[in-house]
């Protein structure tokens, strides 16, 4: 069975930016946490939900890279994380909530796309460990944090989805790797999370939405040669973008709406894009965008819950 799919008129569209969907919002009272939050499309949702007033938690990696990326927006602080390793998670995890400090909104922005075929942990296929995996565990390890009533959790999906729903009988690609399939069965992967996370989340008012933020020029195509993305048709060979493709402003918007907006409310476990519900895919056609069944179909969802628990060894809803 699918989650049900379709608009509600939040008033914005594609070309909103994230400043103009929190303007008038207040966030004073609000403690965020933004995976990716330093760089591309994650440093566009940090800088609009600081200027509304948030304080932003900024898991990284690269601790004095994102230090230097967010110098001069206020009301950020930056700790060390790294996704692909459950050990970083747990200690960030723990770190975290012995600070006594509650979350309101979280925000799994960071990932990896069309990486070539890297094995991380016990030997997982990095897009589905980092992008989906990381992410579990993450959330399910600061459930004590997430603000009683209010807490909403958003995963950055994609379009990508259209491309694969979970490979069961191989999600770690041990017998062939396909680079493009890994990151769509990664990106279908946030959005069942999503699902699922809301349904057990429900009696606790805990709100979870998955967003495709749309077609964005970032440093996540790092691994995308020039020439295959004038090939893709995403840039022409100057390297401007395609018609169709957002500013990361535009791109940040539907994330913090989704994070933020009081039209959401009856509506956890949604697909978003364009600062709306997305409504069923009616072509293949990813620049059009909508969503795919099998990233809203909660029996997925819940097989997928199940085996990301076993797999991490993480579940705080069990």
């Not at 993305?229 to 018609?243: S, T, Y």
Request: charged share 20%; hydrophobic share 45%; proline share 5%.
């Amino acid at each position: 069975m699918t989650a049900k799919q379709q608009k509600i008129g939040s008033g914005f569209g594609a070309h909103s930016t994230a400043e103009e969907v929190l303007a008038g919002i207040d966030l004073s009272d609000r403690t965020a946490l933004v995976t990716g939050g330093y760089s591309g499309l994650g440093l566009e949702i940090t800088r609009a939900l600081s200027g509304a007033g948030a304080l932003v938690i900024v898991p990284a990696r690269r601790r004095a890279t994102a230090e230097e990326a967010l110098r001069g927006i206020p009301r950020t602080e930056v700790r060390e994380l790294d996704l692909a390793d459950l050990e970083s998670v747990r200690v960030f995890a723990e770190s975290f909530l012995e600070t006594g400090r509650t979350l309101d909104l979280v925000i799994g922005n960071a990932g990896i796309m069309a990486c070539p075929e890297t094995r991380v942990g016990p030997g997982w296929e990095a897009h589905f460990a980092t992008n989906h995996l990381g992410h579990f565990a993450l959330v399910n390890r600061l459930r004590p944090a997430l603000a009683p009533g209010r807490a909403r959790v958003v995963a950055v999906a994609s379009s990508g989805h259209f491309l694969s729903g979970i490979r069961w009988d191989d999600v770690h690609f041990r017998t062939g790797y396909d680079r493009w399939l890994a990151y769509a069965q990664s990106k279908t992967a946030n959005a069942l999370f999503a699902v699922h996370l809301d349904a057990l989340g429900a009696e606790d008012r805990l709100r979870a939405f998955a967003v495709h933020p749309g077609s964005i020029l970032t440093p996540l195509q790092r691994y995308i040669p020039h020439e295959e993305q004038v090939a893709q048709g995403w840039i022409d060979p100057e390297g401007r973008p395609a018609e169709g493709f957002k500013t990361p402003e535009q791109g940040a918007a539907t994330a913090v709406w989704a994070a933020t907006s009081p039209l959401l409310d009856a509506h956890g476990g949604a697909y978003c894009q364009d600062c709306d519900i997305a409504e069923p895919a009616t072509t293949d056609d990813m620049l059009i965008g909508g969503v795919k069944p099998w990233a809203v179909d909660r029996d997925e969802a819940a097989r997928l819950w199940t085996l990301s628990g076993e797999l991490t060894g993480v579940d705080a809803f069990a």
